[in-house]
């Protein structure tokens, strides 16, 4: 009895708790799940050698403490089920390079993650906050003939955006087969894996600019198989989609009634001995692409990736083409990194894009460490020299000039 006076308290407790102190509730009340579940796996050892010995009341009593037991255990569960787990993250960042950006401090991401599930059911929607303005209300006291000598410091700070990356909802029927409508990153490896904390460097690989569009909105149906071998194993991945065409504004509405469509392939490779693992997996994308006059033309892209890891070695590399207008577009990164210890790793990576259609050809070589004294905290720094590329499209004497930078950003994951 005492005891689920115990839990009835911890539930009541954690639902009265604010959002952010949840994963905390959650993970105590898991722990109480596995606490119960140890009992009750006691409990029935204890009966099956009674009923040896006795048959009788003894028995029906312990049969009782085992049923309540196990009525705990649901409810837990039930409680569990019923909240909705909360994340984000925040990412600090510092920059300098030779380029006519200024040296800047950057508050360069602040994230929500908020997710459900309900039996087969998944929903989550991730947000990111930028230029939130502090004390917006001042600004609105601005006397009217002032507005015009304020209009550059308003173009920098900004009105306060919050933007959706991921709002989507899914049925999984089984391993095999699953539906997920709205709006989702898109499949390749880096849009997947982009969490400030996950990745190596403060920068994204600039290939990300062009090519594949970082954002669907539409119906994508995904599944995965895997099948054990002698000393690991084997599995097969593949994503579909039919989605908005690729232009700002195509999460309400779309500019044609024809479709953008999709898809990927992910082999997973037996691993064994120092090899920890090896995936490959290629992508596709047939669609149309707005130009910044709205109008939309047809932009095909294909591409491959790779991740690999042997002992405290690592290599990860992503290349695409596409072609839009008669002009092709390439872009690409291969970056190798080595786990020092636990907590510290180094890497370089060397990417290029060139791409006629936002007159871009531009190579890059980044070189950085990272320390991760916790999997949700990471200090990054890197060097990098961009080099532009001859080409026809980058006329001025200023994009034919190389040049160096360093940056730096601290990220916590909640």
Not at 20 to 47: F, G, H, P, T
Not at 243 to 253: D, H, I, L, V
Not at 279 to 308: K, M, P
Request: glycine share 8%; aromatic share 12%; proline share 4%.
């Amino acid at each position: 009895m005492k005891r689920v006076l115990l839990l009835v308290v911890m539930v009541a407790v954690a639902a009265a708790r604010p959002a952010w102190a949840q994963q905390n509730d959650i993970a105590a009340l898991r722990a109480e799940v596995a606490k119960q579940q140890a009992a009750i796996q006691s409990l029935l050892q204890r009966i099956d050698a009674l009923e040896k010995q006795q048959a009788g009341s003894s028995t029906q009593a312990l049969q009782d403490v085992l049923k309540a037991q196990e009525d705990e255990v649901t409810s837990i569960r039930e409680t569990m089920n019923s909240k909705v787990n909360l994340n984000g993250y925040y990412n600090f960042r510092f920059f300098t390079d030779g380029s006519e950006t200024p040296t800047a401090f950057q508050q360069h991401h602040l994230g929500l993650l908020l997710g459900k599930q309900l039996g087969k059911f998944n929903f989550l929607m991730e947000l990111e906050l930028q230029n939130v303005p502090h004390h917006p209300e001042i600004s609105a006291e601005i006397e009217p003939h002032a507005a015009e000598e304020t209009t550059a410091e308003s173009d920098i700070s900004g009105e306060g955006q919050v933007a959706v990356e991921n709002a989507w909802m899914e049925y999984n029927h089984n391993h095999f087969l699953g539906v997920r409508l709205g709006k989702q990153l898109s499949p390749q490896y880096w849009w997947q894996n982009h969490y400030p904390n996950l990745t190596y460097s403060t920068d994204a690989p600039i290939y990300l600019r062009e090519l594949f569009p970082a954002e669907l909105v539409g119906v994508m149906v995904q599944g995965s198989a895997v099948k054990p071998t002698s000393s690991s194993e084997v599995g097969f991945g593949y994503k579909f989609y039919i989605a908005n065409n690729n232009f700002e504004g195509n999460s309400r509405s779309d500019l044609r009634d024809g479709k953008a469509w999709g898809g990927r392939v992910q082999v997973k490779l037996p691993t064994g001995g120092i090899l920890k693992k090896f995936d490959v997996a290629g992508d596709f994308y047939l669609g149309q692409t707005g130009l910044v006059t709205n109008e939309l033309v047809e932009d095909h892209v294909n591409g491959f990736e790779s991740q690999i890891e042997i002992s405290r070695f690592l290599f990860q590399t992503e290349y695409a083409r596409g072609t839009s207008q008669g002009q092709v577009r390439t872009g690409y990164y291969v970056q190798p990194a080595v786990r020092i210890s636990d907590d510290w790793l180094t890497f370089y990576r060397v990417e290029e894009l060139v791409s006629p259609r936002i007159f871009t050809a531009e190579r890059r070589h980044l070189a950085g460490i990272n320390y991760r004294p916790f999997p949700q905290i990471a200090l990054k720094g890197e060097w990098y020299r961009s080099i532009p590329l001859e080409q026809d499209f980058t006329e001025s004497e200023e994009e034919h000039k190389p040049f160096n930078g360093i940056a730096l950003a601290a990220v916590f994951f909640f």
